[in-house]
């Protein structure tokens, strides 16, 4: 599967943003799908996950209440909402996929995630 992440760009600290994912293939809807990100200087880390079967969420603590990943299998695509960003919200986003059809919450982040796309830049300005 090819994944394409977008929606990332500028924006003011508390202002929102929503990603999106497209995937190609047919089998969108067994994966799961995660996004994780990466700041200057430092190592990429999980953000949020949904499960392939739609009935799991697990979010990051610095994320959570504030960020909501969702998909949509009949546009075989995934997204994020991101609201009252901050500036360490700063990151280049990336999408991923992982086939293993595991949907325990808890283990969404440590997945093997086979497929990623390429980023898309958020920056959230003071």
């Known amino acids: 599967v090819q994944l394409q992440a977008s929606g990332g760009g500028l924006v003011q600290a508390g202002g929102s943003l929503r990603l999106s994912c497209a995937a190609s293939?047919?089998?969108?809807?067994?994966?799961?799908m995660g996004w994780f990100r990466q700041a200057p200087g430092k190592e990429r880390e999980f953000v949020a996950a949904i499960s392939w079967s739609d009935t799991s969420t697990y979010y990051a603590d610095s994320v959570k209440a504030r960020f909501t990943i969702s998909r949509d299998n009949a546009k075989n695509t995934a997204y994020l909402e991101m609201n009252s960003l901050k500036p360490e919200d700063t990151a280049v986003y990336y999408c991923?996929?992982?086939?293993?059809?595991?949907?325990?919450?808890?283990?969404?982040?440590?997945?093997?995630?086979?497929?990623w796309g390429r980023g898309t830049q958020v920056t959230v300005s003071s």
């Open positions: 293939g047919r089998t969108f809807s067994s994966y799961n």
């Open positions: 991923a996929a992982d086939r293993s059809r595991i949907s325990l919450p808890i283990w969404l982040p440590y997945l093997k995630y086979d497929y």
